[in-house]
């Protein structure tokens, strides 16, 4: 229960922390500032792809088990492949350097690296049991971030680098702590196994165009911003700025939701089988359809208010895209959970195609949408392309399994609420609102608790019916 707990609290407290902090941000750093940080994270997110660097964690949660036969060959590995990758991601960074010539630049690579090193430490706790360890690694980092950040603004030093100083430092001091006392083993490289070395290439190869399929579909949207639109880093930060509020509503969201899965739903899988298994699931995306109806709704009432708290008059804009970011979290999330069922049949291949076709989309789209509607238009080719994945993936499941995981009746609803939504915010005129913070806050609430109580009452007996059935 206290590693759950833990858990819990390292799902929530980074994104609630960033979302809190976004006054002071947004008070403190200009949008073209902030536009040019957000491009350079997402750059050097499909970098890591590039470098193989991304996939080294992943091999990590799949064979460096101390209970494996072959543990200390595996190391050898593990490590060879961190010093293949990191020189290949020094040298890619070079070159992007000459190009962009910005120190920030090298910060969030540096940054962006040690993460990855530190996230290779917690997948190492994982596999071999540790849970503890790993929650209490990640909260200390979120601890000393939170601490630089209080620290930086009582020094009234706070700018774009203090972003990235607290997650620096904690990723440095545990490196150089872990590295010297594992030295002389990491120098240390005798000659590794090939044949197993090919075993796990093949492994996690793959893995990284899944993980570029994503980060196209991620950094399309901004590479064509940055491409097509004058003065491109203002608008990425007025865009990203918005994501980062919206699509974590979604991420946290469905980060708690998948707290259960592995533990619950897997086991149904390997004890009852999949027709079992996809009983289960469509009662849990059902609940996931209900709770993310109301958030929606929440959110279509009170957006206005959030940013009007959230953010300074220059990021608060009087745009009128939200609706696309949120709806299209809703339904990335609809996709991860019908991906479910391709994951137990091992037909990984067919997320990974529909996730490239999608990112596809996206860019092409964007080439007709953002010079016409600016970055309204990548919110909502962002949308179309989420739209269309789920499109697939129900019909792929229903090709293969030759099941429904929600029936057409089911879909027809819901594909009107999301239509409704969208039009409602289309025609409903907002404006930027003037009153103080206190009292848009308490209206917010007023408003959260009418709505959301009167939606509840309505869904009381489905909730109920589907509790019930989930025990």
């Given at each position: 229960?206290?590693?759950?707990?833990?858990?819990?609290?390292?799902?929530?407290?980074?994104?609630?922390?960033?979302?809190?902090?976004?006054?002071?941000?947004?008070?403190?750093?200009?949008?073209?500032?902030?536009?040019?940080?957000?491009?350079?994270?997402?750059?050097?997110?499909?970098?890591?792809?590039?470098?193989?660097?991304?996939?080294?964690?992943?091999?990590?949660?799949?064979?460096?088990?101390?209970?494996?036969?072959?543990?200390?060959?595996?190391?050898?590995?593990?490590?060879?492949?961190?010093?293949?990758?990191?020189?290949?991601?020094?040298?890619?960074?070079?070159?992007?350097?000459?190009?962009?010539?910005?120190?920030?630049?090298?910060?969030?690579?540096?940054?962006?690296?040690?993460?990855?090193?530190?996230?290779?430490?917690?997948?190492?706790?994982?596999?071999?049991?540790?849970?503890?360890?790993?929650?209490?690694?990640?909260?200390?980092?979120?601890?000393?971030?939170?601490?630089?950040?209080?620290f930086l603004i009582r020094l009234q030093l706070?700018?774009?680098?203090?972003?990235?100083?607290?997650?620096?430092?904690?990723?440095?001091?545990?490196?150089?702590?872990l590295g010297s006392k594992n030295l002389k083993?990491?120098?240390?490289?005798?000659?590794?196994?090939?044949?197993?070395?090919?075993?796990?290439?093949?492994?996690?190869?793959?893995?990284?165009?899944?993980?570029?399929?994503?980060?196209?579909?991620?950094?399309?949207?901004?590479?064509?911003?940055?491409?097509?639109?004058?003065?491109?880093?203002?608008?990425?930060?007025?865009?990203?700025?918005?994501?980062?509020?919206?699509?974590?509503?979604?991420?946290?969201?469905?980060?708690?939701?998948?707290?259960?899965?592995?533990?619950?739903?897997?086991?149904?899988?390997?004890?009852?089988?999949?027709?079992?298994?996809?009983?289960?699931?469509?009662?849990?995306?059902?609940?996931?359809?209900?709770?993310?109806?109301?958030?929606?709704?929440?959110?279509?009432?009170?957006?206005?208010?959030?940013?009007?708290?959230?953010?300074?008059?220059?990021?608060?804009?009087?745009?009128?895209?939200?609706?696309?970011?949120?709806?299209?979290?809703?339904?990335?999330?609809?996709?991860?959970?019908?991906?479910?069922?391709?994951?137990?049949?091992?037909?990984?291949?067919?997320?990974?195609?529909?996730?490239?076709?999608?990112?596809?989309?996206?860019?092409?789209?964007?080439?007709?949408?953002?010079?016409?509607?600016?970055?309204?238009?990548?919110?909502?080719?962002?949308?179309?392309?989420?739209?269309?994945?789920?499109?697939?993936?129900?019909?792929?499941?229903?090709?293969?399994?030759?099941?429904?995981?929600?029936?057409?009746?089911?879909?027809?609803?819901?594909?009107?609420?999301?239509?409704?939504?969208?039009?409602?915010?289309?025609?409903?005129?907002?404006?930027?609102?003037?009153?103080?913070?206190?009292?848009?806050?308490?209206?917010?609430?007023?408003?959260?608790?009418?709505?959301?109580?009167?939606?509840?009452?309505?869904?009381?007996?489905?909730?109920?019916?589907?509790?019930e059935n989930l025990k």
């Open positions: 229960m206290k590693n759950l707990i833990l858990g819990v609290i390292n799902y929530i407290s980074l994104p609630l922390i960033n979302i809190i902090m976004l006054p002071k941000i947004t008070k403190s750093i200009e949008p073209s500032i902030y536009g040019e940080y957000t491009f350079f994270n997402n750059l050097f997110s499909m970098i890591l792809i590039f470098s193989f660097l991304d996939i080294v964690p992943i091999i990590i949660q799949r064979y460096l088990n101390r209970q494996f036969s072959n543990y200390r060959e595996i190391k050898k590995i593990v490590v060879f492949l961190n010093y293949l990758s990191i020189i290949l991601f020094i040298i890619i960074t070079f070159f992007v350097f000459l190009i962009f010539k910005s120190k920030l630049l090298i910060l969030v690579a540096l940054n962006l690296a040690c993460s990855n090193l530190i996230n290779q430490i917690g997948r190492f706790c994982i596999v071999n049991g540790k849970i503890k360890e790993n929650n209490l690694l990640k909260l200390s980092n979120v601890i000393i971030y939170m601490v630089s950040l209080i706070f700018n774009i680098y203090a972003l990235l100083l607290g997650n620096l430092l904690y990723s440095l001091v545990v490196l150089i702590y083993r990491i120098l240390n490289l005798r000659k590794v196994d090939k044949r197993l070395l090919k075993e796990v290439l093949k492994y996690g190869i793959p893995f990284i165009f899944i993980n570029l399929s994503g980060g196209i579909l991620n950094f399309g949207d901004r590479y064509i911003i940055k491409l097509l639109l004058q003065n491109p880093e203002y608008w990425i930060g007025i865009y990203s700025i918005q994501y980062t509020i919206y699509s974590q509503i979604f991420n946290l969201f469905l980060q708690l939701y998948y707290l259960y899965i592995p533990s619950k739903l897997y086991i149904v899988f390997e004890k009852e089988g999949l027709e079992k298994f996809i009983e289960k699931l469509k009662i849990w995306i059902k609940l996931y359809i209900i709770l993310g109806v109301l958030i929606i709704i929440l959110i279509e009432i009170t957006y206005p208010k959030i940013n009007s708290i959230l953010l300074s008059s220059n990021y608060n804009l009087n745009i009128n895209f939200i609706m696309y970011i949120v709806t299209g979290g809703f339904l990335f999330g609809i996709y991860r959970l019908f991906g479910e069922v391709l994951n137990m049949l091992k037909l990984t291949n067919y997320l990974n195609i529909s996730i490239w076709m999608s990112g596809i989309i996206n860019i092409v789209l964007n080439y007709f949408f953002v010079p016409k509607l600016g970055i309204k238009g990548a919110a909502i080719t962002t949308f179309i392309s989420y739209f269309i994945l789920v499109i697939i993936i129900y019909l792929v499941i229903e090709k293969k399994v030759q099941k429904r995981i929600l029936n057409y009746r089911e879909i027809g609803l819901l594909l009107f609420f999301i239509i409704s939504i969208i039009l409602i915010d289309e025609i409903w005129v907002r404006e930027v609102l003037e009153e103080r913070k206190v009292e848009i806050i308490i209206k917010g609430i007023m408003e959260i608790g009418i709505m959301g109580g009167i939606y509840l009452v309505i869904q009381k007996r489905r909730i109920i019916s589907i509790l």
